[in-house]
């Protein structure tokens, strides 16, 4: 006998129907979500999940994988055809395996490696001591400068000088200006490290053509799959022409990661994410992906200047890209109070520790906020001025728990009229 979910599970049932009504309603500001296509959904709640595919189209280790090869094909063709790569490797689980899977192809435990502090925008897989980049690793960290709070490539090529790394990690969490990848290459040929840059947030600004690349610089290009690029949560690894490793000419850092992500770091391919993978891909090749990454931009432009325009201290008094950084505790406000002031106005942001903070990142001095998931919905520059307006107004009143209810009201009634699926309009 067939059940629906709600006659089989009605918790999970009942969660879900909260969640697609809080998506729905709010506005989700974090700069690292999205919201997928009714496409790409379908994909990742697809057959798929039913089938084991370990190792690589053609050569499986298991049978019956006509049909996965096809769709694994398709989504590595598309994700080189989109980033102008000459290798990708589609089955990363997440951007964290992606990174482990990176490293472990070209250098051993013990090996030093450089990358950006955790609280100057870095992430956890560029070496901090939780992470298995911190423990697997000996981590070093570049930082940036407390004066502009830009990166101090003079600093990074100064410490890979003393410390000799054999990784050299561009990229962050929560870093909103360009990067110069060029100077980062320069630092890491200069000794001998292999350049690896987790472009996570920006790969969908990097498809739209409204960021640089890293992958004519890097040796390895990271990523996730959702963030900015608005696919199902999961990761990818590239490389560019420049990916040749060892005396031997075979010796490609395709052919390592390869083997590094399977057998080295996972087992089976979740398939039915390829899928919806592949469905993203082909998406972002779409001319009108590229309007989508210019209107983040500048809807990000528009918010940053409407909160500065407010009295808050933006972070390196701006953005290039997606998201920014918000430093509330010039005004006497904890990142975690913010945080919480304004999800009970309907606005999701997360609180996110600032260059040289004085507070512990569980409070932390800042919040990290970003406009990809209001983008997708469709809200342009005229929608940022006021989402600006009711962020100010919600940390202002950020006591008064009857101005919060107001403002999560005017909140849904715009939400509204940015419906997320033909689905739940019907209802």
């Not at 520059?381 to 009857?402: C, H, Q, S, T, Y």
Request: proline share 5%.
């Amino acid at each position: 006998m067939s059940l629906t979910l709600a006659q089989a599970d009605p918790d999970v049932a009942a969660a879900l129907d909260h969640e697609t009504l809080r998506q729905h309603e709010g506005l989700e500001m974090i700069a690292s979500e999205n919201f997928v296509s009714e496409a790409v959904l379908e994909a990742a709640g697809s057959i798929f999940t039913n089938k084991y595919a370990e190792g690589y189209p053609g050569r499986r280790y298991y049978g019956g994988c006509e049909f996965s090869d096809v769709v694994e094909n398709l989504a590595r063709d598309r994700a080189k055809q989109l980033f102008g790569a000459e290798h990708a490797n589609v089955q990363p689980h997440s951007g964290s395996q992606a990174n482990a899977s990176a490293y472990a192809a070209v250098i051993q435990p013990g090996d030093t490696i450089l990358g950006l502090d955790l609280s100057h925008g870095g992430h956890l897989t560029h070496g901090h001591k939780l992470s298995f980049s911190g423990k697997l690793y000996r981590p070093t960290f570049y930082t940036v400068r407390r004066d502009t709070e830009l990166i101090d490539y003079d600093q990074m090529e100064e410490i890979a000088e003393r410390e000799r790394p054999k990784v050299i990690i561009g990229g962050g969490s929560a870093y909103p200006r360009l990067w110069d990848f060029a100077r980062m290459r320069a630092i890491a040929d200069k000794v001998g490290a292999t350049y690896v840059f987790d472009m996570a947030h920006i790969a969908g600004l990097v498809a739209g053509g409204v960021h640089p690349s890293p992958i004519p610089h890097a040796h390895i290009t990271t990523t996730t799959t959702h963030k900015t690029l608005r696919g199902p949560r999961a990761g990818l690894i590239l490389c560019g022409k420049d990916y040749s490793v060892g005396p031997k000419p075979e010796q490609t850092i395709g052919k390592e990661i390869d083997r590094s992500v399977f057998p080295g770091q996972q087992g089976g391919p979740l398939m039915h994410i390829v899928a919806a993978k592949a469905v993203a891909l082909g998406e972002a090749l779409r001319p009108e992906f590229k309007t989508y990454a210019a209107q983040i931009v500048a809807n990000a432009k528009v918010l940053a200047a409407e909160l500065k325009e407010a009295g808050f201290r933006i972070v390196s008094g701006g953005t290039d890209n997606h998201l920014m950084l918000v430093d509330v505790f010039e005004k006497g406000i904890l990142g975690s109070e913010a945080e919480l002031a304004l999800g009970k106005a309907g606005i999701t942001v997360n609180k996110n520790t600032i260059p040289y903070d004085v507070n512990p990142p569980m409070k932390a001095s800042g919040i990290r906020i970003g406009t990809p998931a209001m983008t997708t919905r469709g809200m342009k520059e005229p929608e940022m001025v006021v989402i600006g307006a009711w962020i100010a107004k919600a940390l202002d009143r950020r006591n008064d728990d009857a101005a919060l209810e107001q403002i999560r009201k005017e909140v849904a009634e715009l939400a509204n009229r940015f419906p997320l699926y033909a689905w739940r309009r019907a209802q």
